[in-house]
């Protein structure tokens, strides 16, 4: 079973810094692609960036956009997301994904360009 396990999140001041991390646990999976996504009360889950094994590609959704960085520890084989200058409005649970799908590649800013998902975890930015 493939288990994506999300950490890193908490309580941030606007203005602060958090770093989620995401690894791959139970039987290992060859991936083209993990992104992560978050998800506010109330609100659909929501892309906000992801990155290509191949290449390294990236791909961020505008309101992160240098904010945000996207990025892989290939020897530990985890996915980071560097996340500076939070707002209050990026408070949201935040998934990792995965794609094994060249498929996926094409839908990596959609919900069903997944093939598999971690539980989340909570990101809060107070004013």
């Known amino acids: 079973q493939v288990q994506l396990v999300e950490s890193g999140g908490g309580l941030v001041q606007a203005g602060g810094s958090l770093r989620l991390s995401c690894a791959p646990s139970?039987?290992?999976?060859?991936?083209?692609?993990m992104g992560w996504f978050r998800q506010a009360p109330g609100k659909e889950r929501e892309f906000v960036a992801a990155f290509k094994w191949s290449g390294g590609g990236t791909s961020y959704a505008d309101s992160v956009k240098g904010r945000f960085t996207i990025s892989r520890d290939n020897a530990k084989n985890t996915l980071y997301l560097q996340m500076n200058s939070l707002k209050p409005e990026d408070t949201a649970v935040y998934y990792c994904a995965a794609t094994i799908t060249s498929w996926g590649l094409r839908h990596l800013n959609q919900l069903i360009g997944y093939d598999y998902w971690g539980q989340g975890t909570q990101v809060t930015v107070s004013s």
């Open positions: 139970g039987r290992t999976f060859s991936t083209y692609a």
